[in-house]
């Protein structure tokens, strides 16, 4: 059991938002599956179709993704929400995008009916202009936003970074001092892939968002940093498959994990990695995560 931000998860795993969290019931299934809690695909205020195929290519090295934040509209997905409610005996977050603080505000009380457990902002689309890709790399806005939504629910709200910036700890201090009750990190990283024999970007967006095994030592180095510069939880996100990568993830400063590209290889990788935190926490005679989480900062 791990409590963070006020809310109680059985396990520090937690579906990361964009992979199997587009229904009610396929968020059902990643919490019948093991997970701690579900975070939804990001929602906004209008429906959207998102980014002309191909929007995903596997690599070697994990995923390239330009989905383009396609989504049903706050109106048409409350309801989803509400079933993972009913069906989910863990916490359901729902993840939000706007173009401005007003957008996200409205998406949020547009969602609130369903009662989530708390809102993740999702300020980093990596290939989303006017949304994601402009907003995470501007502190000022990260903060005013952060702190229009914060006033208008009462459930906590979690900031998703983008490690697409040159100073991640600013943009999270500007999220801690709008109110945020945790950092995520990270949203994917910038990329591009390339048909040799055609010689076209092969993404029908041309470039697009980098996940799984290669952007992991991003992320924890992005994890590490956030946690010696804010005073909120970090919650870590990039490359995690196995929970050796997770407990590396909780040493960096992670007080929870979220796992996205892993849920491609099945869905047991929820169970699998909270029992294997838990074995390492009881061979190493520790109490909880809390024990390990940031233990790489104490190290001279
Ligand atoms: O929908 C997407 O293309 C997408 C989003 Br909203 C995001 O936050 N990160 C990502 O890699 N893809």
Redesign the pocket.
């Known amino acids: 059991m791990v409590k963070i931000t006020g809310i109680e998860f059985r396990n520090p795993t937690i579906l990361a938002?964009?992979i199997m969290g587009t229904t009610g019931a396929s968020l059902v299934r990643m919490t019948n599956s093991g997970a701690g809690a579900v975070v939804t695909?990001?929602i906004g205020p209008e429906p959207k179709i998102?980014?002309p195929n191909p929007?995903m290519v596997k690599l070697d090295c994990g995923f390239l993704?330009?989905?383009?934040?396609?989504?049903p509209s706050y109106a048409d997905f409350v309801n989803e929400i509400k079933i993972a409610k009913e069906g989910a005996d863990v916490p359901v977050i729902a993840?939000i995008?706007g173009g401005n603080a007003e957008e996200f505000v409205r998406v949020a009380e547009g969602l609130a009916d369903a009662k989530p457990d708390a809102f993740e902002l999702?300020v980093?689309?990596?290939?989303?202009e006017g949304?994601?890709a402009t907003i995470g790399t501007d502190s000022c806005m990260v903060e005013a936003i952060t702190a229009a939504v914060c006033d208008a629910v009462d459930v906590p709200v979690w900031v998703?970074l983008t490690p697409n910036v040159t100073d991640i700890k600013s943009i999270g201090k500007a999220a801690e001092n709008g109110g945020a009750a945790a950092v995520v990190a990270i949203?994917?990283l910038r990329g591009m892939a390339i048909d040799i024999n055609s010689g076209y970007p092969i993404l029908g967006?041309r470039f697009?968002?980098?996940?799984g095994s290669a952007v992991k030592p991003v992320a924890i180095k992005c994890v590490y940093d956030l946690y010696e510069a804010l005073d909120i939880p970090v919650i870590g996100v990039g490359g995690v498959s196995s929970w050796e990568d997770a407990v590396e993830m909780i040493m960096a400063g992670a007080s929870a994990v979220q796992i996205g590209s892993a849920v491609h290889e099945g869905v047991e990788v929820f169970a699998d990695i909270a029992t294997g935190i838990e074995q390492f926490l009881q061979n190493n005679g520790y109490a909880g995560v809390e024990d390990i989480t940031g233990l790489a900062h104490e190290v001279i």
């Open positions: 938002s964009g695909k990001s998102g980014h929007s993704n330009a989905m383009g934040l396609p989504n993840s995008f999702n980093s689309c990596p290939h989303a949304y994601g998703k949203n994917t967006n697009g968002g980098l996940s």
